[in-house]
């Protein structure tokens, strides 16, 4: 079955890449992705604000690793739908042999992926793996046929482990990942946090609709997740905090959105 079968995109239930996508300005969702988005807005209006600034926060970590850190292989885990500025277009123009592989399990991002997702530079690879990140093991042994994970490896968790099952798993998730690769890759991870109690209201709603819940964790539990790595300057924090560009600073308010950067000694 191609994985851009219609049998396998349910168009019935909502889903967050889908959704995620609407609160950032695409077209790639359905009417039950823009109902639920448009309701989310009312639960929190800083959504969308989250979608735009974890984004931004991307464009700044991967341009800081392709060009300060010197890596050339990515491995963006939960990629969702292309947008603007993808990790492979940022990392790409900063570094034109830089490998790219993009994991998602989702049929509608599949899709988007093989048509959308392909190398900025005749040097550089980019392609994708089809898989749940909560197959660590699969996803590890289909990267290693196109990265070389002897070498640094940048492991990126952009605002998707909310999904996983449970606190452990998530440690289990990012933990498998990161002992596969070598000394000196990186982790880049953020995500939603429940400092903000719209956001957390927003989050039981959203699981009330039949799309994978998504459980916002206490800053704790996010940073634990970079135990016993380096964290990168500023260090753990909020994501519209992490190296703004002159531009943005003092202009862009804390959200209910944490990460950081970290090296793997």
Request: hydrophobic share 40%.
């Amino acid at each position: 079955m191609a994985i851009d079968d219609p049998a396998q995109i349910r168009t019935d239930i909502p889903h967050s890449a889908r959704i995620w996508n609407f609160w950032m300005g695409g077209k790639d969702n359905y009417e039950v992705d823009r109902a639920v988005g448009e309701a989310s807005l009312q639960i929190d209006p800083d959504i969308a604000t989250m979608a735009v600034q974890s984004r931004q926060f991307l464009i700044r970590a991967v341009r800081h690793l392709a060009g300060e850190a010197g890596i050339r292989q990515f491995l963006d885990i939960g990629t969702g739908l292309p947008t603007m500025q993808n990790t492979h277009e940022v990392a790409q123009s900063v570094a034109p042999d830089a490998k790219v592989v993009y994991v998602d399990h989702d049929p509608l991002v599949l899709a988007h992926a093989r048509a959308l997702l392909t190398s900025t530079t005749p040097e550089g690879v980019t392609t994708y793996v089809n898989a749940d990140f909560h197959e660590p093991e699969k996803i590890i042994a289909e990267a290693e046929a196109i990265l070389d994970l002897q070498e640094p490896v940048a492991v990126m968790f952009m605002g998707v482990l909310g999904h996983a099952r449970s606190y452990e798993d998530m440690l289990r998730i990012v933990r498998t990942v990161l002992a596969a690769v070598s000394s000196g890759s990186y982790l880049v991870l953020w995500d939603g946090t429940d400092d903000s109690q719209p956001y957390v209201d927003l989050c039981a709603e959203y699981a009330k609709t039949g799309g994978t819940p998504y459980y916002p964790r206490t800053r704790a539990e996010i940073a634990a997740a970079f135990d016993g790595l380096e964290l990168v300057e500023p260090g753990f924090t909020c994501i519209t905090q992490w190296l703004p560009d002159s531009r943005e600073v003092g202009r862009t308010a804390e959200i209910a959105a944490y990460g950081g950067v970290a090296r793997k000694p």
